[in-house]
């Protein structure tokens, strides 16, 4: 494997490989001082590893464990991007080996290029992490969903009425009915008001009466004096 300018997936450079006796190489770089965290190692890799068992491995060594993942080469041009995911735990910085190891036989040929080690996530810190859920209060937990009554809109109804009190009101409407037809009709009274309006009209009459009286003999003893 050399740096070369051969087709790179980004950039100028690139590390490069091609044998034409059988392959098996490893390439690795140590990062220092890492805080903890979660990690993802991306690569992009690509061409042909010849032979019955090829083997192209993306790797990360922390301390005793290993964390790795392989890539199927599918020929030029055509980049696998492996990714390595792995968690820092702990107080105290760490250092970890990342490696790319390479196994086919004669004429296998390929490129290796944009390596990153990214930090994806920063854990949460003791007091975040030690919080409890909210404990919902028995109240809540005891209090019964309040049912709503369906009104007349929702169960599109024109009345609360049951089929039994319309057919009753219905009876009662024909019975009623029924006996203002058999009823005689009685006869329009005139509206007369109260008691003493009453006694003022027949008071007025009476005086009327009276008036119509004294005017009728005063013109019978005028024409009798005439006579004589």
């Known amino acids: 494997m050399s ?3 051969d087709d790179p997936a980004e950039g100028t450079w690139s590390l490069h490989f091609y044998s034409e006796q059988a392959i098996h190489s490893v390439a690795s770089q140590v990062i220092s001082n890492l805080t903890v965290g979660t990690y993802q190692l991306i690569a ?3 061409g042909e590893l010849k032979g019955n068992e090829p083997k192209a491995m993306l790797r990360v060594k922390v301390g005793d464990d290993i964390y790795e993942t392989g890539a199927t080469l599918d020929g030029w041009r055509n980049w696998q991007t492996p990714i390595v995911q792995f968690e820092l735990t702990g107080d105290t910085t ?3 080996t990342i490696e790319i190891e390479l196994q086919g036989d004669a004429g296998s040929w390929g490129t290796i290029d944009d390596i990153r080690l990214i930090q994806s996530a920063v854990p949460t810190s003791p007091s975040e992490e030690g919080t409890e859920p909210e404990e919902t209060t028995p109240s ?3 209090t019964e969903p309040e049912v709503t009554k369906p009104s007349e809109k929702d169960t599109g109804t024109e009345s609360t009425k049951s089929i039994e009190d319309e057919k009753q009101d219905s009876e009662k409407v024909v019975e009623r009915t029924s ?4 009823e005689p009709k009685a006869e329009s009274l005139p509206k007369t008001g109260s008691r003493g309006s009453m006694k003022l009209v027949l008071l007025g009459s009476l005086l009327l009466s009276i008036c119509g009286i004294i005017v009728v ?3 019978i003893a005028r024409k009798s004096r005439v006579d004589g």
């Open 217 to 219: 003999k005063t013109i």
């Open 140 to 142: 809540e937990e005891g």
């Open 3 to 5: 740096r070369s300018w």
């Open 94 to 96: 760490k250092n970890v």
């Open 44 to 46: 992009s890799i690509q």
């Open 179 to 182: 006996n203002q037809k058999n």
